[in-house]
T-cell receptor, first 116, second 112 residues
Framework: GAVVSQHPSRVICKSGTSVKIECRSLDFQATTMFWYRQFPKQSLMLMATSNEGSKATYEQGVEKDKFLINHASLTLSTLTVTSAHPEDSSFYIC????????????FGPGTRLTVL | AQSVAQPEDQVNVAEGNPLTVKCTYSVSGNPYLFWYVQYPNRGLQFLLKYITGDNLVKGSYGFEAEFNKSQTSFHLKKPSALVSDSALYFCAVRDYGQNFVFGPGTRLSVLP
């Protein structure tokens, strides 16, 4: 089946630094990738949708200047948390969709970000 | 607007017994419904989906779900639970052309 990887799986950083998280579709081309945030014991909240070669579409309330998304190729999207603060600590999950329409989303294993 | 409800935060079931995890939805058009499972500190794994066709959908690991349009439900079921099924289960809905909306999740505990 379709495999999506994320790197790193865990990252600890100091407040004020920037962190980049990579999301790759390993065996398929992802026309669209999604970035979610999950707080403990809560559901996934969609942050943004990125289409290869175009600007990401951010959900209401998500700061696009803080959460920079780059979908450089059909197999790679990156999320950069800029000037991270402790409240940015969370579990970040990406997913990738193979085609348009109602195709299934395949999820990465997630990245645990801890900002000290 | 789309929404998904999972009325139970927690479901406990004994190993070998049948399990049901409930999901109800609200969409403006035809629903596209999904179930995902999440193990601790892991991403979501796809279990099954309903797009059209037979109301009973069979998925991975012996799970199945029944689409009920009149009750706007899509309950997840398994005839015989395993301890390894213990995890967090998410129901999700999507209108055509829209993004996923996830339910709050239900934690399933299968007791040996």
């Amino acid at each position: 089946g379709a495999v999506v990887s994320q790197h790193p799986s865990r990252v600890i950083c100091k407040s004020g630094t920037s962190v980049k998280i990579e999301c790759r579709s390993l065996d398929f081309q992802a026309t669209t990738m999604f970035w979610y945030r999950q707080f403990p014991k809560q559901s996934l909240m969609l942050m943004a949708t990125s289409n290869e070669g175009s600007k990401a579409t951010y959900e209401q309330g998500v700061e696009k200047d803080k959460f920079l998304i780059n979908h450089a190729s059909l197999t790679l999207s990156t999320l950069t948390v800029t000037s991270a603060h402790p409240e940015d600590s969370s579990f970040y999950i990406c997913s990738a969709r193979q085609g348009r329409g109602t195709d299934t989303q395949y999820f990465g294993p997630g990245t645990r970000l801890t900002v000290l | 607007a789309q929404s998904v409800a999972q009325p139970e935060d927690q479901v406990n079931v004994a190993e070998g017994n049948p399990l049901t995890v409930k999901c109800t939805y609200s969409v403006s058009g035809n629903p596209y419904l999904f179930w995902y499972v999440q193990y601790p500190n892991r991403g979501l794994q796809f279990l099954l989906k309903y797009i059209t066709g037979d109301n009973l959908v069979k998925g991975s690991y012996g799970f199945e779900a029944e689409f009920n349009k009149s009750q706007t439900s899509f309950h997840l079921k398994k005839p015989s639970a395993l301890v390894s099924d213990s995890a967090l289960y998410f129901c999700a809905v999507r209108d055509y052309g829209q993004n996923f909306v996830f339910g709050p999740g239900t934690r399933l505990s299968v007791l040996p």
